[in-house]
């Protein structure tokens, strides 16, 4: 926590207003809690498993001649929010076809999947609104409870007891438990069908946040809720980014027709948002339907999750076992993990690399991401590399 110092007595030098920002970086530093951009080429030689391109379908023809295509016909952005310019015909066709695919009445299109999860929460709650949300949700669902007018519980890590429990207690006539599908730190499942039903017992709505179970989970990839047979339910709403499995940008909120017109109404990232660029939605369009004709590209990615973690708990690492396409290896500390990530690098292949405050429970590790393309090749020389430069305990 960054200590604030007492305000200053007097007027400062207009050099000095912003000399607090170098002392917080000078504690980060100490923390080992430095974060840098890193500029890559276009073509680089390392192999990426630190992108979240779960399907590995960022290069593919299908995905990037879809974008080329809807730039060149609808040009370079959607020049304004989608209430007034930035409809396209394109972002119509995208949410017919994504609300299809995973069983649900209709989906709104937004820039972002951040953007989306703070639509949701803000625009599906008001003060007389309880929202039980998991301890380890993303940080966009903690901010969109933070900007939330509702009363906020944290509940303990996937325990539909704990929310049950909330629920019984609380004093407000509306609730919504919110949670995500996978947690994308350690890439493990939420209990679904129990926080469902959880809050089906008292009255509340759910909302999930799908970002890591869309292309990955469910029926050829349908997503969270299609795997415990919840799409489509009337009492639930996902939101999806289209920037992991569908190799493009922007989010989606999924869920009751209502939903989606109450969001197209209030949602204040939406209202005054300018509408996600053609190019993104012509790639995303292109990826769904590439998924609709390859199915078992969602099986395939699970499968190098499994894959990957059973040769790195085999070779004495500390790694997750994967619900999805994340799998994590701890590292003693954030110190070590950066320089376990930049010796990966050095070795040729690319990980993530996790520290607080970005991981809930303040321990840092490796984070990577299971490429449905990925050939038993490359999976084999990511484990030795990962094995080879794994630092001591201590």
């Given at each position: 926590m960054i200590q604030h110092p007492a305000a200053p007595a007097g007027p400062l030098a207009p050099t000095a207003v912003f000399d607090w920002l170098d002392e917080a970086a000078e504690l980060r530093a100490r923390a080992g809690l430095t974060r840098t951009l890193r500029s890559r080429p276009a073509e680089d030689p390392v192999l990426d498993l630190a992108s979240n391109d779960y399907l590995g379908l960022v290069r593919h023809p299908a995905v990037t001649e879809a974008a080329a295509a809807a730039a060149l016909r609808w040009g370079g952005g959607a020049t304004g929010s989608r209430l007034v310019t930035g409809t396209t015909a394109l972002h119509t066709e995208l949410e017919v076809e994504l609300a299809d695919f995973c069983g649900v009445e209709a989906a709104l299109v937004f820039s972002?999947?951040?953007?989306?999860?703070?639509?949701?929460?803000?625009?599906?709650?008001?003060?007389?609104?309880?929202?039980?949300?998991?301890a380890n949700n993303h940080a966009s669902l903690i901010d969109g409870c933070r900007l939330a007018r509702g009363q906020v519980h944290r509940a303990p890590h996937s325990d539909p007891d704990a929310v049950a429990a909330a629920l019984t207690e609380r004093t407000r006539p509306r609730a919504l438990v919110v949670t995500d599908s996978v947690f994308s730190v350690d890439g493990n499942a939420a209990p679904l069908a129990a926080h469902a039903a959880a809050a089906r017992a008292h009255g509340a709505a759910l909302l999930v946040d799908d970002a890591h179970g869309l292309g990955v989970l469910g029926p050829g990839g349908r997503g969270a809720l299609a795997a415990v047979g919840l799409a489509g339910e009337p009492d639930v709403v996902a939101t999806v980014t289209l920037s992991k499995s569908l190799g493009s940008q922007g989010g989606a909120v999924l869920g009751p027709r209502r939903v989606i017109r109450h969001l197209t109404e209030t949602a204040r990232s939406f209202i005054f948002d300018t509408g996600l660029a053609p190019a993104a939605v012509g790639a995303a369009l292109g990826a769904l339907r590439l998924l609709?004709?390859?199915?078992?590209?969602?099986?395939?990615?699970?499968?190098?999750?499994?894959?990957?973690?059973?040769?790195?708990?085999?070779?004495?690492?500390?790694?997750?076992?994967?619900?999805?396409?994340?799998?994590?290896?701890?590292?003693?500390?954030?110190?070590?993990?950066?320089?376990?990530?930049?010796?990966?690098?050095?070795?040729?292949?690319?990980?993530g690399c996790f520290r607080p405050p970005s991981v809930p429970d303040g321990r840092s590790r490796l984070r990577l991401t299971a490429r449905g393309d990925l050939t038993d090749g490359q999976i084999a020389f990511a484990v030795n590399v990962i094995a080879a430069t794994a630092p001591t305990e201590g």
């Open positions: 972002s999947g951040y953007a989306a999860n703070l639509a949701a929460l803000t625009a599906l709650t008001d003060p007389d609104t309880l929202i039980v949300s998991d609709r004709a390859e199915p078992q590209r969602a099986d395939r990615a699970r499968e190098v999750a499994r894959t990957l973690a059973d040769r790195l708990t085999a070779a004495g690492l500390d790694a997750s076992r994967p619900d999805a396409a994340v799998v994590s290896v701890r590292a003693p500390g954030p110190e070590q993990a950066v320089a376990w990530a930049a010796d990966c690098r050095r070795a040729g292949l690319a990980v």
